[in-house]
Each structure stands twice: as C-alpha cells, then as structure tokens.
C-alpha cells in the first residue's frame, strides 16, 4: 500500500482528504503543522507529501527545503497546495525542491490524478 | 500675489497628500480583499471535497433522495467557487495587475461539457431547452483551464439570466486556427450602448426594472481572461433579437 501524508491545517479538508486517499488505495499519515509533518515524513517515509503552504509553526516552504536537502528523504515527491492567483508560492515551491503543486480549490479527480502522474514520473526515472 | 501663489501650493500639496492617502488606503483594501478571497479557498475547497466524497460514496452509501439534495449543494459550492474566484482575479487584475495563467493542454470539448452540467441542474428547474451542438472532438489548446472553465460558466450564465423565451444554444467549432464557441439566446432588446457595455470589466446591465450583473463581475472579466490567451469575446445582437456571446480562443 502505497504510503502519503497529507500536511493541511484545516480539519475538514483533512478528514476528506484522507477519506478519499484511502478509498483509492492508500494509507494516509496526517500532520497539523509544519514541524510535524518533518517528524512524521522522517519516521513514515511517505512515497509522496501533499503539502499546503500556509501552515502553522513552520511554513510549507520551509518543510519543502528541509525534506529536499536531507539525503534520506529528498526522493519524497512533494505536490505543493497552493491557492490559485498566488503564482509566486508556486515559483517558491518549486525553487524549494517541490515536483509539483495543485492549485485550491481543487477537484477530488484532478487531484488524484495529479498524484498518480507525480508518482508515475518518479518510477519512470 | 505671493498670498495666492501660496493658497495654491498649499491646496496643491493638501491634494497631493489626500491622494496619497487614499490610495495607500485603496492598496490596503485591495490585499486584504485578496487576502480573504485567498482564505476562502480553504474552506470552499473542504466544502467541495466533502460534498464530492459524499456523491462518489466515499463515505459509503447514500439515499437516492438524499443525492439531490448533495447535487443541488455542488451545484452551490462550484458557484461560490466561481464568485471567490471572479472576485480574487478581478483584485489581481485591477489592484495588484499580476494576474498569471497558468497554461496547460485543455481539452475544451470536455470543458465545455463540464460547464454545460454544472449549469444544466438550474437550467432544468428553469425548465430552459438547451440546443448544443458540441462535438465530441475538437482541437486542444494551450489555456488556464480553471478561468477558461469560469468564463463558460459566466456567459451560460449570463444567457440563462437574460434570456426572455426560447432555446439557450452552444455551439462549437473549429475554424481558421481558432476555436469558436457561441451561446445564443433571446433576450429583452437592450437599451442603446448596453449591448457593447455588459463586455466591460464591471458593468451591471439593466434587464426590465431589475439591475443584473451576469456572474461575479460580470462578462467584462471572461473578456479581460480570454484577451490574455490571445482570444476574443464579442457579443452582437442578431436582426432576429437573438444575443449572440461568442469566445473566440487559438488553436494549439
């Protein structure tokens, strides 16, 4: 089973999140904050993250640069969660080592097909 | 002399200074307009998900009655949507002129048909007659898909709420490079000038004793987001009254 965690502060979108994740197959690790999403992404080794930039204790970015430059896991696949209009976060993520983002609102197909492509490109390489 | 040389410096400098005032006060308003409109998607995005995860039985089973009452809430939710983000590129393009598309392959037959159904459920309590002449296959082209999706929206829904009697018409093409969508519909003829003015950037057109804006602001943002994709929106009324919108986009 193919493992993600899903780094969103708000409870709702997280709970969906990870009911739809799960449904389609994988298991789903959560985290509420950036600091915790280190933790957990260190422990659990998540084939991918979904990341949503703005949180609390320590921004998405800075989770992004931290995973990318520690050798065990920068191969992680980071889909940055970013609002629509917010074109330089985008830019930010990527510099940070992002492989891609979603822009919100996103759509459950979309989203999960953004996913598999990340993790279909990973493989390919 | 000297007095009134002052009066009008000192007038001069007063207006300066007002104006500086009240356009640091019209920047502040725009980022926290934006701010917001950006702290809306979180929640309408937990919204979408919900509802989506509720019709696809992610959380198990639903009553037949029930998944109506689900629809008509996404139909709500995408509406939103497309309001917040209405609003969100219209401070872009207006407050901050940073608006940026981002490009992707977009297969417009399946957005349009996307478009056609979010707007269909209200079309039909309307009891509107749709006549669409989409084909299955058209051309891809390079766009935004998320605002291209949003300008479809916005002129159904312009259609919907102007039309008088009669069908509400789609019909797509191919044609000369570019392809050409047209919403047509007949509608109250509009008072001289209004017909060229709905395509501004904010213009709420008159329909009966009613002011109507389309969606959001309006068809003037559709126009503003297809110009930037190298497009063109037009709207024309035909001998017969018929209202012609048409969103004219290249081919890839």
């Not at chain 1, 989770?63 to 065990?72: F, N, Q």
């Not at chain 2, 709420?161 to 047209?182: E, H, I, M, N, P």
Request: with cysteine; glycine share 8%.
């Amino acid at each position: 089973m193919r493992k993600v965690l899903v780094v969103e502060d708000d409870a709702m979108l997280a709970e969906s999140l990870q009911a739809l994740l799960k449904v389609k197959g994988y298991r789903v690790f959560f985290a509420a904050d950036g600091q915790s999403a280190i933790e957990t992404a260190r422990r659990e080794m998540p084939e991918i993250i979904l990341l949503d930039l703005l949180l609390p204790v320590l921004g998405g970015i800075d989770v992004c640069r931290i995973l990318k430059s520690e050798a065990k896991t920068s191969a992680i696949k980071i889909i940055a969660l970013t609002a629509l209009g917010r074109m330089g976060d985008v830019e930010t993520a990527f510099a940070a080592g992002a492989n891609d983002y979603v822009t919100k609102p996103y759509d459950n197909e979309r989203l999960i097909k953004k996913i598999e492509k990340v993790l279909a490109d990973g493989q390919q390489r | 002399m000297s007095a009134f040389f002052l009066f009008v410096a000192g007038a001069a400098a007063g207006a300066s200074i007002c104006a500086c005032f009240l356009m640091r006060r019209g920047r502040l308003r725009g980022r926290m307009l934006s701010f917001v409109a950006h702290e809306l998607n979180t929640p309408i995005t937990g919204l979408n998900m919900t509802v989506l995860n509720f019709l696809s039985g992610v959380f198990g089973p639903m009553p037949k009655d029930q998944e109506e009452w689900m629809r008509m809430m996404r139909g709500q939710v995408q509406r939103l949507n497309s309001l917040v983000g209405d609003l969100r590129d219209f401070l872009h393009l207006e407050f901050h002129r940073d608006l940026h598309l981002r490009k992707e392959e977009v297969d417009l037959a399946q957005l349009l048909r996307e478009a056609l159904e979010a707007t269909r459920i209200g079309v039909s309590r309307d009891d509107v007659p749709l006549d669409v002449d989409v084909p299955e296959r058209l051309p891809r082209v390079s766009a935004d898909q998320e605002r291209i999706f949003r300008v479809f929206l916005a002129v159904l829904a312009h259609a919907r709420k102007f039309r008088r009697q009669g069908a509400l018409s789609l019909k797509a093409r191919a044609q000369d490079g570019a392809l050409r969508v047209t919403v047509g519909f007949a509608s109250m003829p509009p008072a001289p000038g209004q017909a060229e003015r709905s395509l501004e950037l904010f213009y709420p057109v008159s329909g009966n004793s009613q002011v109507l804006a389309s969606v959001g602001v309006g068809l003037g943002l559709g126009r503003a987001i297809v110009e930037m994709h190298g497009g063109s929106m037009s709207l024309s009324i035909e001998a017969d009254g018929r209202t012609l919108v048409e969103v004219c986009l290249p081919a890839k």
